[in-house]
């Protein structure tokens, strides 16, 4: 073959390879004006077909009303704070290939336009320290969450093993409590973000005083070392014999700063 043959192919070639590659989707930015509004939407993960996790989200609507929904720490460079309903200019980017659980469109924020307080939303100014201090939201159901894991089993050596599993799932205990959703659609309560568990308050049989815990990473679950601190499992490795038990009560709080449950965890020295 000739050498001009082999180089016009080589040509042609590369020409082709390269217009395949224009035709590739791209990622697409523009700047938009949109609307934060104070009162957020509750999903629920793709694969969590029991509704045992949700998830609470920013519902945000452009400049032709559409609607879409990111985390609460999901639009870049904005700092959210409940209670409030914003105007943002902000740079959205259409994102072409999208992970198959994932959004197709991202946000940044641009600048601020407007922040305007909601009426609606009263917390409770309530400092609380002790039992005493514990108010509930009115009405409250009686039960919203279970707990994954409630019983557990500690040894002269501090060694904590999980003893009761509440779910029908096969969830392996990995030193994270994690509260599971009960209610179900029909419960006027249902998906409401202000009985959504955010911070718990925990009860110790070693202090009168209740100690805030915040939720890990994903949604309603607390790390247990940040519930029983490492001088207490001390205690009960030290102090316990073989059939003590100690007992935490978990309560539960939603955004209002009002309780909306109490749960007990239970640690048996063996």
Partial sequence: MRTSNIIFIMSAAFALTSCLGDDEPKDRTVRDRVTVLSETQVTFPFMDTERHSPIENLVIVDRRGGRSYVGLSEIEDFDWERGYEYTLEVDKTIIANPPMDGCNVSYSLHKVVDRRKDPSFTPSGIDV?????????????????????DRFSIDGKGHIEATRHNLLTQVIFDGVLSLAYTLREDSPFYCLWNYLAGKIYVGSPFDDRLRPVEPAAYGQSYPLESIVTSKELRRMADEGTAGDKFEYSLYIYGAENLALQKVNLVFERI
């Fill in 129 to 149: 320290n002790t039992v005493s201090d514990v108010v509930y939201a009115p009405e409250a159901p009686v039960e919203i969450y279970v707990l994954d894991w």
